[in-house]
């Protein structure tokens, strides 16, 4: 078993949908959560990040981060053609050694 | 503010050319790491480092080498290139070492194809 899993898409949705966005993770010592957008031909972009358990807000993007389960989510209300790119989720654990681990990316079309 | 820089954007070697990729930040970040993205592999870990003179291996060390004499640059160095390291290269860098909690900062990337 990988220790993140994400489907890897592709994913196409209409303009104005919400679309969800899920990783599955296996080390409960993760305590630290990061979504990333990759546009094409770019490098990963910050979009959210959150710690432990809960949800954070920014706009029309929202991060769930659910431990018990080992599930993470994003969602983006009202889609946009502008968010076609790859979300890739990442983790790291709470303690000194420890490297960041990624999911190896969804792939999101929003068709106009 | 230009953050994490990588130089050059496209290369292209023969097998058995070296070359040096080139990473600054300007964020005062203590961790610097490299990371390449080959399709359905996702982003693996090349080396990192926690500071100046501190690095050490990741996920897939074979073939690179890298060195961190100041704060804002960490290059990597392909020693005898191989098709095999046909892939895209992202240099990425954090505040502090990542149980920190510091988010990763990447580069856009240098997308190198051996021949």
């Known amino acids: 078993q990988k220790e993140v899993e994400q489907d890897p898409g592709p994913l196409s949705v209409p303009e104005g949908a919400i679309v969800s966005l899920n990783c599955t993770y296996s080390n409960s010592a993760f305590q630290y959560f990061m979504w990333y957008r990759q546009y094409s031909r770019k490098g990963p972009e910050l979009l959210m990040y959150t710690y432990s358990s809960g949800n954070k807000e920014d706009g029309r993007f929202t991060a769930q981060v659910d431990k018990s389960s080992k599930y993470i989510s994003l969602f983006i209300r009202d889609s946009q053609p502008s968010d076609s790119a790859t979300y890739l989720c990442?983790?790291?654990?709470?303690?000194?050694?420890?490297?960041?681990?990624f999911g190896p990316g969804t792939r999101l079309s929003v068709l106009p | 503010n230009a953050g994490v820089t990588q130089t050059p954007k496209f290369q292209v070697l023969k097998t058995g050319q070296s070359m040096t990729l080139q990473c600054a930040q300007d964020?005062?970040?203590?961790?610097m790491s490299w990371y390449r993205q080959d399709p359905g592999m996702g982003l693996r870990l090349i080396h990192y480092?926690?500071?100046?003179?501190?690095?050490d291996q990741g996920e897939v060390p074979n073939g690179y080498n890298v060195s961190r004499s100041t704060t804002e640059d960490f290059p990597l160095r392909l020693l005898s290139a191989a098709p095999s390291q046909t892939s895209v290269y992202f240099c990425?860098?954090?505040?502090?070492?990542?149980?920190?909690?510091?988010?990763?900062?990447f580069g856009n990337g240098t997308r190198l194809t051996v021949t």
């Open positions: 964020m005062n970040h203590e961790y």
């Open positions: 990442a983790m790291s654990a709470r303690d000194y050694g420890q490297n960041f681990v």
């Open positions: 990425a860098s954090s505040a502090r070492y990542p149980g920190s909690g510091s988010p990763l900062h």
């Open positions: 480092s926690v500071g100046a003179g501190i690095t």
